[in-house]
Each structure stands twice: as structure tokens, then as C-alpha cells.
């Protein structure tokens, strides 16, 4: 018991705080949990981990052992900066008197955390399905239109922990009950349904659609912790379990291209940045792909910034929201003249996000980018170039231009409240700092999986980085003087999520009329079928019946229990 | 007399309004909403990627793809793509757009993010 309460995994602390704070009606009192909870977390994987692999919190459950805490040189990472961004959230949500909020979010987190932290695959799959069900609430905080996106959210996150935890029996069964979680390959039993299984979770193409259907309807705060949790944990168990795996590579370079399409037309602010977190987590499928030690640290180290800038520029998106009302493009415009800090934080995490020299993502991206050309896959670094252009459209120039600069709309509000500004201004700090060349992104490498040997201010990538940058700017500035740059409109833009929206719901409807009709049609004669079936089974097994005919009265019985353990034999032969 | 030379907002020019309405630390800034500021940017990137096209001739990529035999091949792909990109939106919004509420939800939804939030200033 001590063995456990010392190796306790730090998500599990979190995960109290945030049960604690679903009883505590002090709101000044749940405001500190949530953020001394993170910080805790923080002080706690600290002290765990010594340069050495760190195994404990075994429990045994039956005869079934359970690997509560395995901290690592890759785990390591995404727990630090999983609670990084806790705190930040809650400084963000600080002016959100909400209960379920506060505690979903700890929950929430603290699963992510605990999650990355699992030895084991059934370990792993009781803290995702755990981060699913805790995560729902904040969607549903969105108002009435989440309550549906939220179902749908919930069903797909439980069918994904369904699949993987399908994937870890059969494939701990194969290993001889051994489920530890390492490197588990496709050719490996069961790799297929835990590959499925990540693959929803981190927004594979066709299985992206519940980011971009949830995380627009979620509450202000709510987004903005979602954004940060569900994929890396996502993109944590894919390089723990399939680094290396060929088809990633394709699959992360389709990733990165068609969500900038969307992107492009999508006129919902916190939805172009649900396609532009999709096109981003391609970067990270694709260098997991690859899986050398450059492509692994690269995506180590864009998780790690990619939190920061995308929960920035969310955070930015939530604070026009709470002051303005909108986060349509199409009603918005001008705003730096009432937002100006807000414009500027946004500016920073745009900057970071599109990888300009001295932002975040210019020290990462390039890792996975040289990673794949360094592998010789030219056809996919020329589409990951493409996508930068991509980045750059929606996530450099669509978000901050159509929000804060523009056509004035007239509005003027307030300048965001202070704890968001707060928020923001330590995300841009840290945006900033990441990629400081004097010291800055030699801390980010040295928390990465791998030694770093990489130096992401060579003069030939800062020139060519600003080329690519410079000529996407020329681009949309000249687009626009042309009048060829659409403006935004108020629509409904229809992804493959219509296959179950619209499609799937009216090929049940029709099912569902069908079977009414074909009810009534059919009610006499189901009427005439079991009474009749009824008095057959009467004939046969009553106590005046066939088979008790010149048999002692007990036969009948005897022979029901001889046939419902035939049926249970045959049940035990299939299920195994 | 003092008070014969209070304006008020209708007397302001909109240069005048529009400095009193904005933020004091948006002031200075102001610049940037104008229409011949925004036409003049183009000016500023076109000189950055001219620079950037020079400099790649000095300092050539380190590990080249097969691609980046074409001078200032990253220029290119930066300003075709997004090109590209841009041009695609009208076919695609013909394509993929609908009425806002055309899965039964409120398009008017963003109003409801307002109640549940309490602000504390």
C-alpha cells in the first residue's frame, strides 16, 4: 500500500481534485484545486522521475496485474506539459463559476495525464474511457445545440475504447496474458482494433468529423481544454505502440492536406481551428510514421508547443466569443481597435502555429519535415510544404484577419477580462520562449525522447522557412486586391459526418417506418405464429406433455437444463 | 465658451470617433484598419520574399529534395499552393455548403455561450 501511495501515477492526483471539487460549493476554494492540482502534478512527476525509467503502482486485480505509472524519457514530456496546460486552462476559465466545468476539467486532465503515464494496456484503456466520459460535460456546457454533438461525441469516443480494449485482450491473450504497453505493430494480434482505436481519437481522415461537430459547440472554457487533451494522449499511445508503422506516413501527410480545405471555407472561427488542430496532428501521425529518432523528437516537441499555441489561439477565438457574442467571420472584423492584447496574443499563437522564425512551431515542424526528407519521402515533404501554405491560409491569415482586422464591424466591446488576458499572455510567453534561440528550444529538446542533435536556426532553414512564408502572404495580398479571396458567408459546410447526420438518420428513419408498416401488415399472422408455437411447446414440455408421456415428471426438466448447457457449452466454444 | 467647444459624438470626424471609441493602447495602431495601409502590404511581403529569394542563393539548402533544383523553390510552393487553395474555395463552397440550419440546429447558437458564463469584473 505505501509502494502504491509512493508511485502514485500523478493523473490520479488530479483525478481527486477533481472529485473533490464536484462536492465543493466554494467556488474560490474549486478555482484554487484547479489550478494548485496541475502544479501538484507537475511537483509530483518531478520527483518520480530520475533519468530512469520509473515502473510502479502495480496492483493485482484477480490474477491480473495492472501497471498504474511507467514514466519515461517519452511519457515524460506529455506529462509535463499536459499540466502545464492545466494551469494555464485554469487561470483561463477562472471567471466560470461553474462546478461540473471545474470538476469535469480536473477529471478530464488528470485522466489525459494518467493515461500517458499507464504501463499497461488495460491501464490505458480504463483512463481513456475515463478522459471520453469526463470530457462530455464540457461539451455539453455549450448550450442546448451540444447536447446532440455531445451524444454524438460520447458514442464515438466509447466505440473507440470498445475497439481498444478489444485490440489489448486479444492481443495480451496472444502474448500469454501480457499486456504491457510497448511497441505493438500491426502485425501484431489485435493491432489493427487499437490502431482503429487511436486512429478516432487523433482524427484520422473519416473518422475526424466529432473535433470539428464538438469542439465549436462547447462552452468558452471548454474548448479551450478539450483542444489540449484527447488528441495527444492520442498521438501519445500511436508513438508509444506504432512508431515506425509505413502507413502513418501517408495516413499523417492525408491528414495535414484536406482539413485546410475546409479550413478555407468554413466561416465558424473555433471551427477553422478544429480543421487546422486535425491538419497539425497529421504532422505528428506522419513523423511517427517515420519513427527515427529525429521524426520522434520532432513529434515530442510538436505536441509539446502545439498544446500551447493552439490553446492560445482558442483561448483568443473564446475571448471575442464572450465579449462579442459571435465567432462567425462573416460578423466580425475590426476588433483590434477594441481587443488590442487579445489581437496581439492571437497574432503570437498565429505566428507560432504557421512557424516563423522565433515562434514555437519553427523549432519542431522542421524536425518531422527533415525526418521525411531525410527518409527520401519527397512526394510526402512536398505535401507537407503544401500544407504549411495550408497553415499559414487558416491559421496565419484567416483567423487573426477576418477577427480582428478586415472590414470594420462595428463592434466595440471590451477588451477581454484579465484572467484571459493572463492566460494568453503565459501561452505567448511560452510560445515565445520555446523557440528562443539562447536557451529556450535547447530546454524543449532536452525534455525530448531522444538526444537532441538538431540546430533549427541553420541560415538556410531560416531563409527558406520565411521564403515559403513571405510568398503564401503575397499570395492572399494579392488575391485580395483582386477580389478572387472569398469573403466569409454564414453556411453549414458538410463534411463526411453527413453520412451519419443526414444520410445514416434517414436510411433509419425509413427502416424505422418500414418496420411499422410491416408490423401492422404482419401483426395477425405473428399473433397466429405464437399461439401456435406457444401450444406446441405446451404439447411438448408441460407436465401433461409429450415428453412426459410414460416418463417420471422431472424429465422435462431435466431436458430444458440438458439444452441450456449445450447452448452454454456452445457459447464458452465461440466466445473463445 | 468652454462649454460651446465640447463635441459630441456626432460632431467627431470619423477619424475623431474612431480614436475615441478605441482602446488607448489600439491608438497608435489605428493605421492598420485603414484600406490604403492594407493595399500598401502587399509592398512589405513582396520585399521580404525578394530578400529571402536572394539570401537562398547565398545559402543553399542544406539537404535538398529533388524539388528544390528550381530557384526559390519554397517561394513557389508557399505561393502556389495557397493560391491554389484559395481558388478552390468557390467550387467547394458551391459543393459542400448549405443552410445554416440544415442538420435541425440553431445557427444561433453562439448567443447561448453568454448566460452560462459569470463574469466576475
Redesign the interface.
Known amino acids: 500500500m505505501i509502494e502504491l501511495l509512493l508511485n502514485l501515477n500523478p493523473g490520479l492526483i488530479i483525478i481527486l481534485a477533481g472529485m473533490i471539487c464536484a462536492v465543493l460549493p466554494a467556488s474560490q476554494i474549486r478555482k484554487l484545486l484547479v489550478i494548485a492540482a496541475p502544479i501538484a502534478g507537475i511537483v509530483s512527476i518531478s520527483t518520480l522521475y530520475t533519468d530512469q525509467e520509473v515502473i510502479g503502482g502495480i496492483i493485482e486485480v484477480g490474477r491480473q496485474s495492472f501497471t498504474t505509472l511507467r514514466i519515461d524519457s517519452l511519457s515524460l514530456i506529455w506529462g509535463y506539459i499536459f499540466c502545464v496546460v492545466g494551469v494555464l486552462n485554469g487561470i483561463f476559465g477562472?471567471?466560470?463559476?461553474?462546478q461540473i466545468t471545474d470538476s469535469s476539467a480536473l477529471i478530464y486532465m488528470g485522466s489525459a495525464i494518467g493515461g500517458v503515464f499507464a504501463g499497461d494496456l488495460l491501464t490505458l484503456f480504463l483512463f481513456w474511457e475515463i478522459a471520453a466520459v469526463s470530457s462530455v460535460p464540457l461539451i455539453w456546457?455549450?448550450?442546448?445545440?451540444?447536447y446532440?454533438a455531445g451524444v454524438r461525441y460520447l458514442a464515438i469516443h466509447i466505440f473507440s475504447g470498445v475497439a481498444l480494449l478489444a485490440g489489448a485482450i486479444i492481443y495480451g491473450r496472444a502474448n500469454g496474458g501480457d499486456f504491457t504497453f510497448g511497441h505493438i505493430g500491426l502485425n501484431a494480434p489485435g493491432g489493427w482494433l487499437i490502431l482503429l482505436a487511436m486512429g478516432i481519437k487523433c482524427g484520422f481522415p473519416l473518422l475526424h468529423n466529432w473535433m470539428q461537430d464538438a469542439y465549436p459547440?462547447a462552452?468558452?472554457t471548454g474548448t479551450v481544454i478539450l483542444s489540449a487533451f484527447t488528441t495527444k494522449l492520442a498521438i501519445y499511445a500511436l508513438a508509444r505502440g506504432f512508431a515506425g508503422e509505413d502507413i502513418l506516413i501517408y495516413i499523417g501527410a492525408a491528414m495535414t492536406v484536406f482539413p485546410?480545405?475546409?479550413a478555407?471555407?468554413e466561416n465558424d472561427m473555433r471551427r477553422v481551428l478544429s480543421y487546422s488542430l486535425n491538419n497539425q496532428l497529421g504532422y505528428m501521425v506522419c513523423g511517427i510514421g517515420v519513427g527515427t529518432s529525429l521524426a520522434m523528437n520532432g513529434v515530442a516537441g510538436q505536441v509539446a508547443v502545439h498544446i500551447i499555441f493552439k490553446s492560445l489561439l482558442f483561448m483568443s477565438m473564446g475571448a471575442v466569443?464572450?465579449r462579442v457574442?459571435?465567432?462567425?467571420g462573416s460578423e466580425l472584423g475590426?476588433l483590434?481597435?477594441?481587443?488590442?492584447?487579445t489581437?496581439v496574443f492571437c497574432l503570437v499563437g498565429a505566428a507560432s502555429i504557421a512557424a516563423f522564425p522565433l515562434f514555437a512551431a519553427f523549432v519542431t515542424k522542421a524536425m518531422i519535415i527533415?525526418a521525411v526528407?531525410?527518409e527520401h519521402h519527397?512526394v510526402i515533404?512536398?505535401i507537407l510544404?503544401?500544407a504549411?501554405?495550408?497553415v499559414?491560409?487558416h491559421s496565419g491569415i484567416k483567423i487573426p484577419y477576418f477577427t480582428f482586422?478586415s472590414h470594420?464591424s462595428g463592434r466595440?466591446v471590451e477588451?477581454a477580462?484579465?484572467?484571459m488576458l493572463v492566460a494568453m499572455g503565459l501561452a505567448s510567453a511560452l510560445c515565445l520562449f520555446f523557440a528562443f534561440p539562447f536557451g529556450g528550444y535547447q530546454f524543449l529538446y532536452s525534455l525530448m525522447p531522444y538526444a537532441a542533435d538538431y540546430d533549427p536556426y541553420?541560415?538556410?532553414h531560416v531563409?527558406?522557412?520565411?521564403?515559403?512564408?513571405?510568398?503564401?502572404?503575397?499570395?492572399?495580398?494579392?488575391?485580395?486586391?483582386l477580389r478572387?479571396?472569398?469573403a466569409e458567408?454564414?453556411?453549414?459546410?458538410?463534411?463526411f459526418d453527413w453520412t451519419y447526420?443526414?444520410l445514416g438518420l434517414s436510411v433509419v428513419k425509413w427502416l424505422g417506418a418500414m418496420w411499422m408498416r410491416l408490423n401492422a401488415v404482419s401483426a395477425n399472422m405473428r399473433d397466429r405464429f405464437a399461439g401456435s408455437l406457444g401450444r406446441k411447446l405446451q404439447q411438448v414440455f408441460s407436465p401433461a406433455g409429450t415428453f412426459s408421456a410414460g416418463s417420471p415428471v422431472n424429465l422435462p426438466y431435466v431436458l430444458t437444463a440438458a439444452m441450456l448447457f449445450i447452448c452454454l457449452i456452445g457459447v464458452y466454444i465461440g466466445a473463445s | 465658451m468652454a462649454n460651446a467647444e465640447i463635441k459630441t459624438m456626432e460632431d467627431l470626424t470619423l477619424e475623431e470617433r474612431e480614436r475615441a471609441e478605441a482602446h488607448p493602447l489600439a491608438v497608435p495602431f489605428l493605421f492598420l484598419g485603414r484600406k490604403s495601409f492594407q493595399d500598401k502590404f502587399i509592398y512589405i511581403a513582396l520585399i521580404g520574399l525578394l530578400i529571402t529569394i536572394g539570401l537562398g542563393f547565398i545559402y543553399p539548402l542544406h539537404h535538398p529534395a529533388p524539388y528544390d533544383v528550381m530557384p526559390a523553390s519554397w517561394g513557389w510552393i508557399g505561393f502556389l499552393s495557397y493560391s491554389f487553395l484559395v481558388l478552390c474555395a468557390k467550387p467547394l463552397f458551391k459543393l459542400l455548403a448549405r443552410p445554416e440550419s440544415y442538420y435541425g440546429e440553431d445557427p444561433n447558437m453562439d448567443l447561448d455561450h453568454i448566460p452560462e458564463e459569470q463574469p466576475h469584473d
Not at chain 1, 477562472?94 to 461553474?98: D, P, T
Not at chain 1, 456546457?141 to 451540444?146: I, P, T
Not at chain 1, 457574442?325 to 462567425?328: D, H, L, S
Not at chain 1, 531563409?463 to 486586391?481: G, M, N, S, T
Request: hydrophobic share 50%.
Open positions: 477562472l471567471h466560470e463559476k461553474c456546457k455549450g448550450g442546448e445545440r451540444a446532440a459547440k462552452s468558452i485546410v480545405f475546409f478555407v471555407i466569443l464572450y457574442g459571435t465567432i462567425k475590426g483590434f481597435r477594441s481587443m488590442p492584447l489581437t527533415s526528407i531525410k519527397y515533404s512536398f510544404l503544401f504549411s501554405a495550408g499559414m491560409e482586422f470594420d466595440r477588451e477580462p484579465w484572467n541553420t541560415a538556410d531563409i527558406f522557412q520565411l521564403q515559403l512564408l513571405f510568398a503564401a502572404i503575397v499570395a492572399f495580398a494579392l488575391l485580395k486586391r478572387i479571396y472569398p458567408r454564414r453556411a453549414e459546410i458538410i463534411d447526420r443526414k
